[in-house]
Nanobody, 129 residues
Framework: QVQLVESGGGLVEAGGSLRLSCAASGMFLAFFASNAMGWYRQAPGNARELVAVILSGDKTDYADSVKGRFIISRDNAKKTVYLQMNSLKPEDTAVYYC????????????????????WGQGTQVTVSS
C-alpha cells in the first residue's frame, strides 16, 4: 500500500517562502524513482489544479501561475519529493497535495489529474497579505 505524507505547510506572509515535502512509503526505491510525481492544490470552492510535475528523469513542468517562483525536485534515495515555494502570494493559499503517477509519458506537460493514482492527505498553505 503506497502512502504519501506531506509536510511543511503553514502560515506565511506574502513574499515569503515555504518548502513542502512528500515522503513516500510502501514501494521499493527503484519503483519510486521510475514514477512521475506531482503537486496539486485546491482552494475552497475551486477544482484541484496541477502545480508542478517531475518525471523520473527530472523533467519538470509547472502551472503558469507558479513558473519562476516554485521549484519541484526529488531525492530518490529518500523517496521524497519537494516543492520549494518562493515569492508566495495570497492566491497561493490552498491545500497542497502530493500525488504519484505510474503512467509513463515523455513530457511532463502531458500529465493531468487522471494520471495520478495515489494521493497524500494534503497540507494547508496560507499566505497572508
Amino acid at each position: 500500500q503506497v502512502q504519501l505524507v506531506e509536510s511543511g505547510g503553514g502560515l506565511v506572509e506574502a513574499g515569503g517562502s515555504l518548502r513542502l515535502s512528500c515522503a513516500a512509503s510502501g514501494m521499493f526505491l527503484a519503483f519510486f524513482a521510475s514514477n512521475a510525481m506531482g503537486w496539486y492544490r485546491q482552494a475552497p470552492g475551486n477544482a484541484r489544479e496541477l502545480v508542478a510535475v517531475i518525471l523520473s528523469g527530472d523533467k519538470t513542468d509547472y502551472a503558469d501561475s507558479v513558473k519562476g517562483r516554485f521549484i519541484i525536485s526529488r531525492d530518490n534515495a529518500k523517496k521524497t519529493v519537494y516543492l520549494q515555494m518562493n515569492s508566495l502570494k495570497p492566491e497561493d493559499t490552498a491545500v497542497y497535495y502530493c500525488a504519484r503517477s505510474r503512467t509513463s509519458k515523455s513530457l511532463a506537460s502531458n500529465y493531468n489529474l487522471g494520471d495520478f493514482d495515489s494521493w497524500g492527505q494534503g497540507t494547508q498553505v496560507t499566505v497572508s497579505s
